[in-house]
């Protein structure tokens, strides 16, 4: 437990998303043992589960249909030492082409929504947009700084997604997560252990099941009109143009300028590795102009960071998450 805490803290230092563990020879054979409701498959392509569209077989991909199943696979992934990982909507990560070993935990069938009065509760695999609207038609506002934003309810959680001013922390009041131990735990989350693009789930290997959100009465037609601007600016922005995974670097205000303007002002923009491409309509996103290798989009990272490096002097971090088996 200690090796694979210390192993899983190592990845997440290295921006590596993934604890392989010597032992997964055998994990097709263990995981046939299991007992679940939902889907389970083996080599499925992560390419058709990334927002980028890239990224080779997962080992054995997992679909669980409700939060038993979620229960009983942790256990079973915890018992045997076979990594774990969890997938949202894959908005956020980059795949390696040589794929994911282990288990990948695809958390996209527990996509539901209750409302409480002013509280709404969602399922971690919920599309965010999709909770955002759902909240807008009921005159709840809040939540509207969202739409338009790929990826699930847990993974906007996971990260404290942020946009439009706003982030997932100036709303959440409670959190339902299976812990480290497989026993199902509820928070309140406090605000100052969440910041920009961190918060206590990023140094814990929680899995994340549902979360209430805080909102307040509005008129829907007005949020309406909020959530079509946002969803047009992202639209002007490039967002939905080709293949991608949103801003590829943080922001950092000491470096006095959002980290788009600095790769632009070097002249980085439509710059191209294989298919992949730095964004024409905007510096800070990578996109995947046809059949782009993970190897293209990684090497373009760090060209970028190098040219920011020699040029500037800053060291860029990156926002999405290496996820699976890299060298
Ligand atoms: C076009 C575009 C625009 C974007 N714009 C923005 C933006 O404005 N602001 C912003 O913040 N982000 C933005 N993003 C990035 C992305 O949408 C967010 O980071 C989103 O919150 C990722 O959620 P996901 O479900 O896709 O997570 P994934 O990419 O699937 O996973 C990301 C991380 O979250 C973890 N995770 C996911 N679900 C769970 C769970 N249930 N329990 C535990 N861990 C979990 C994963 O293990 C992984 O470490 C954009 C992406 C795209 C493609």
Request: net charge negative; hydrophobic share 40%.
């Amino acid at each position: 437990m200690v090796f694979r805490f210390w192993f899983h803290r190592t990845c997440l230092t290295l921006g590596l998303q993934v604890g392989i563990l010597p032992c997964v020879n055998k994990v097709r054979e263990i995981i046939k043992r299991i007992n679940i409701k939902g889907s389970v498959y083996f080599n499925e392509p992560m390419a058709n589960h990334t927002t980028f569209q890239v990224g080779g077989p997962a080992e054995v991909f997992i679909r669980p249909e409700t939060t038993e199943d979620v229960v009983t696979i942790h256990e079973l992934c915890r018992s045997e030492g076979i990594p774990l990982f969890v997938l949202g909507g894959g908005a956020n990560i980059l795949v390696s082409d040589k794929g994911v070993s282990g288990v990948v935990l695809d958390m996209t069938s527990l996509d539901w929504i209750e409302q409480q009065g002013s509280n709404l509760l969602v399922g971690a695999g919920t599309p965010v947009s999709k909770a955002s609207a759902h909240a807008a038609d009921r005159g709840l506002g809040g939540f509207d700084f969202i739409y338009a934003m790929p990826g699930s309810f847990g993974g906007a959680v996971w990260m404290n997604a942020r946009c439009y001013g706003s982030e997932m922390i100036d709303i959440l009041t409670e959190v339902t997560y299976l812990d480290s131990y497989g026993t199902i735990q509820k928070m309140k989350p406090d605000p100052t252990e969440f910041a920009y693009k961190d918060t206590p789930f990023m140094k814990k290997d929680w899995i994340i099941l549902s979360g209430t959100l805080g909102l307040r009465p509005d008129q829907p037609d007005q949020l309406w009109k909020s959530m079509k601007d946002f969803e047009e600016d992202r639209r002007t922005k490039g967002h939905f143009f080709a293949p991608c995974a949103g801003s590829v670097f943080k922001n950092n205000r000491e470096f006095g300028s959002p980290s788009g303007q600095i790769i632009d002002s070097l002249g980085l923009r439509g710059t191209k590795r294989g298919m992949a491409q730095i964004s024409p309509n905007h510096a800070n996103i990578i996109i995947n102009t046809g059949n782009a290798r993970a190897q293209d989009i990684y090497l373009l990272m760090q060209e970028v960071q190098t040219k920011v490096r020699e040029h500037r002097g800053f060291e860029l971090e990156p926002e999405i998450l290496l996820v699976g088996d890299w060298d």
